[in-house]
């Protein structure tokens, strides 16, 4: 199975800072044909469902703020949040979904300094 | 808005078989995937398989020999069965549709199952 490393396990940045979560694929998820990466982000608050922030590794889902970028290829992906607001506290985990089975990262805890 | 809700037994006995439903709200069953993933306490995601709304399936390997999911278009739910189960299998299950790209637009709260005698 592709194994994605995801870093740090846990996070805490004082608000309005930025905050950045790495992933790293054990295989390319770049597909030649499209040239798009097959990498996404989400977001899980406790007692709420996980929620999708961006797909192909760098667009965002309809509704998410634009403080949330992602980016990267190939293997090495970065999920960026510019301004970390209170309400951004949560698990954040990443997910290669070209190789089957789909593979996620361990996920991070972002916390408020 | 499309909401999920997965549905079972929260105790199994070892060696029983884990029966789950996902019962989907606010858009229809077909022209999707859907999606079952679990996360072992202290353990990352794990990507359990999916069924397309036609019927078609695609199981993790390392589960395969026990897993079985189904659809039921007319209750708009789908269904997963793992067979055999051990304390290994312990988890908060998901349900989530998934796009033809493999990600999953909406997911359940998540339940946990807990396998113990």
């Known amino acids: 199975d592709v194994v994605v490393t995801q870093s740090p396990d846990s996070l805490a940045v004082s608000l309005g800072e930025r905050a950045t979560i790495n992933c790293k694929s054990s295989?390319?998820?770049?597909?030649?044909?499209?040239?798009?990466?097959?990498f996404a982000w989400y977001q899980h608050k406790p007692g709420q469902p996980p929620k999708l922030l961006i797909s192909?590794?760098?667009t965002r889902e309809s509704g998410v703020p634009d403080r949330f970028s992602g980016s990267g290829s190939e293997t090495d992906f970065t999920l960026t949040i510019s301004s970390l607001q209170a309400e951004d506290v949560a698990i954040y985990f990443c997910?290669?979904?070209?190789?089957?089975?789909?593979?996620f990262g361990q996920g991070t805890k972002l916390e408020i300094k | 808005q499309v909401q999920l809700q997965e549905s079972g037994p929260g105790l199994v006995n070892p060696s029983e078989t884990l029966s789950l439903t996902c019962t989907v709200s606010?858009?229809?069953?077909?022209?999707?995937?859907w999606t079952w993933i679990r996360q072992p306490p202290g353990k990352g995601l794990e990507w359990i398989g999916h069924?397309?709304?036609?019927?078609?399936?695609s199981y993790n390997p390392s589960l395969k020999s026990r897993v079985t999911m189904s659809v039921d278009l007319s209750q708009n739910h789908f269904s997963l069965k793992l067979s055999s189960v051990t304390a290994a299998d312990t988890a908060v299950y998901f349900c989530?549709?998934?796009?033809?790209?493999?990600?999953?637009?909406?997911w359940g709260q998540g339940t946990l199952v807990t396998v113990s005698s």
């Open positions: 997910q290669q979904h070209y190789f089957h089975p789909y593979t």
């Open positions: 295989q390319s998820v770049l597909h030649s044909s499209n040239n798009k990466n097959y």
């Open positions: 069924i397309y709304y036609s019927g078609a399936t």
């Open positions: 192909w590794a760098s």
């Open positions: 606010g858009g229809s069953i077909s022209g999707y995937h």
């Open positions: 989530a549709r998934t796009l033809d790209s493999g990600v999953g637009d909406y």
